[in-house]
């Protein structure tokens, strides 16, 4: 049996803990993003781009994807478009070819993953600057202008877009939406501040030189190449006037996209352990944002346990508010859409599901990696296989 006192400590540090990591630290991030802001050095920059977007069975985008691209307003004779298709056994590399007269490259790889298709491309590509996009977002016109602007800065090395996610037709869809809402706003400020920790990975520019090999088992692309370049000082940024556009996803495909990512997050930690020391700049931002969330679900598991040991009246109280909460969640399918019950469930169910994909990222432990990728299908609310850019 617990000790009461040691009970109280635990759920009162747990609480404490998960409050600072979903509200406080948001707070305090914006109060520091105020004073310690460095917008970059931004001007008309026109050089030579390489856009590659890398694609396994994607035909139910790829068409869209390239007459987003191919109407970019930008000097055209300086873009090189390059489809990269690994291993697509569908209709992707007959869509890729049908616009051959147009500029659009096809390397035609055997299927061995992203990481393996990035690398091809790389090494292919030409450009002065990668623009590294997957099949799903449509890019708007004047993206890639804003993108490059901020090149004009030396210090920055890496540029994302911002993801805007069409209104979802259900309360489980804009959910999602709401949760991708909350992190871009947190990304944000911290590239208001310095730099965020990747890059949306559904649309991003960096400078060539940057660019290193991926391992061949790396589920977070758009994080390792990115902190490659942070380590050599360079910022890598959100400009939110650099748009692409996505459908909203449901929360079963949520749920495995932030299984595969928070698994990432793992293999990130291996690649880079200098994120938690002296050599990281931010690293009480990445130990508040990144590290905080893998501890979070066992935060929650921990006050859970604690709460039985409370003395009375505290323990049921705590037991059965968490018990509501968890009901919510579990009651969430069955409750009508029109039902104003929706507003409450809806929010408690989305963040039961991540926070049961962040238990289940620990299986990277044990668990291949390859294991953990989706294939693009062609309902355009399933994740494709390149990750909706989103962690």
Known sequence: ????????????????????????????????????????????????????????????????????????????????????????????????????????????LPHGGKPAALNAGIRQASGEFLVLTDVRQVLAADSLCFLMENFADPAVGVVSG?????????????????????????RLRLSEMDSIFGASGAYYAMRRELAVPLPPDILLDDMYLPLAAFFRGYRLLVDTRARMFDYPTGLRSEFHRKVRTLAGNYQILRAYPQLLGPGNRLWIHFVSYKLARLFLPFALLAVLISSAALPQPWVAIALLIQAFFYAGAL??????????????????????????????????????????????????TQETAGGLGRK
Not at 48 to 66: D, T
Not at 70 to 96: C, F, K, M, Q
Not at 351 to 379: Q, Y
Request: aromatic fraction near 10%.
């Open 162 to 186: 911002e993801l805007v996610i069409h209104e979802g037709e259900s309360r489980e869809q804009a959910q999602t939406g709401l949760y991708w809402r909350y992190e871009i706003q947190i």
């Open 1 to 108: 049996m617990m000790n009461p006192l040691l009970a109280i400590i635990g759920f009162l540090g747990t609480a404490v803990f998960i409050f600072y990591v979903l509200f406080g630290y948001p707070v305090f991030l914006g109060w520091w993003a105020q004073r310690h802001a460095r917008p970059p050095r931004r001007a008309k920059v026109e050089a030579p781009v390489s856009i590659i977007v890398c694609v396994h069975n994607g035909e139910a985008f790829l068409a869209n994807k390239i007459q987003s691209i191919l109407a970019l307003e930008y000097p055209r004779h300086l873009i090189e478009i390059l489809i990269v298709s690994d291993g697509s056994t569908d209709g992707t590399e007959a869509i890729a070819r049908s616009f051959s007269s147009q500029g659009v490259q096809l390397l035609v």
């Open 331 to 380: 009651s969430d399918p069955w409750i009508p859409e029109q039902s104003s019950l929706k507003h409450l469930t809806s929010p408690i169910r989305a963040f039961t599901t991540l926070m049961a994909a962040a238990l289940c990222a620990v299986s990277i432990v044990i668990r291949p990696s390859a294991t953990l990728w989706k294939s693009t299908g062609s309902d355009p």
